[in-house]
């Protein structure tokens, strides 16, 4: 973090593993805030348990798109901070960044997100962000043993997101 002026006082951003895994971890939520997927690749240090990290995730991105819609500029119906909104309604972000992570998002218009934090000189993360989700349609939503609102175990989708992930740089 810095200060106006003054210098770094947390240790510096890590450096991409020499594999090109950049990144750290990845969130699928319903809209329900139900995890239905968490993985880790590169995330050294555990601070919560499970469920305080997926709330704690979930209430960072409800504030955030309670934030931008309320900020934005081009709409004159602010709505009331904190009340939710429709998938596509209004104004949203794509990620943010700080000195030790990016944080890349995506929400589908049935209300799953998608939250992958990687390496903070990752670049636009939105077209990977649609390949993840076309992953889940295909091996998640359209299995038939799959049952919607319940945490994803499908090994093929596993599979397949731990490769993609590994390539993304």
């Given at each position: 973090m810095q200060f106006f002026g003054g210098s770094e006082i947390s240790p510096s951003p890590p450096v991409p593993t020499t594999t090109g895994n950049n990144a750290h971890m990845?969130?699928?939520f319903n809209r329900n805030g139900v995890c239905?997927?968490?993985r880790e690749w590169?995330?050294?240090l555990h601070t919560l348990n499970p469920q305080q990290d997926h709330k704690l995730m979930f209430g960072l991105l409800f504030s955030l798109k309670s934030l931008t819609a309320k900020m934005d500029p081009t709409s004159s119906e602010k709505g009331n901070l904190g009340v939710p909104q429709?998938?596509?309604q209004g104004c949203s972000f794509h990620s943010f960044r700080t000195n030790t992570y990016k944080l890349s998002f995506m929400e589908t218009p049935s209300g799953i997100k998608f939250i992958l934090v990687t390496n903070p000189r990752t670049g636009d993360?939105?077209?990977?962000?649609k390949y993840i989700y076309n992953l889940y349609v295909e091996y998640v939503?359209?299995?038939?043993?799959y049952t919607p609102g319940t945490?994803?175990?499908c090994e093929l989708f596993n599979t397949a997101l731990d490769?993609?992930?590994?390539?993304i740089s």
């Open positions: 990845m969130y699928i239905l997927l968490y590169n995330r050294p429709l998938p596509g993360l939105r077209e990977p962000l939503a359209k299995n038939p043993l945490p994803v175990g490769q993609y992930v590994r390539s």
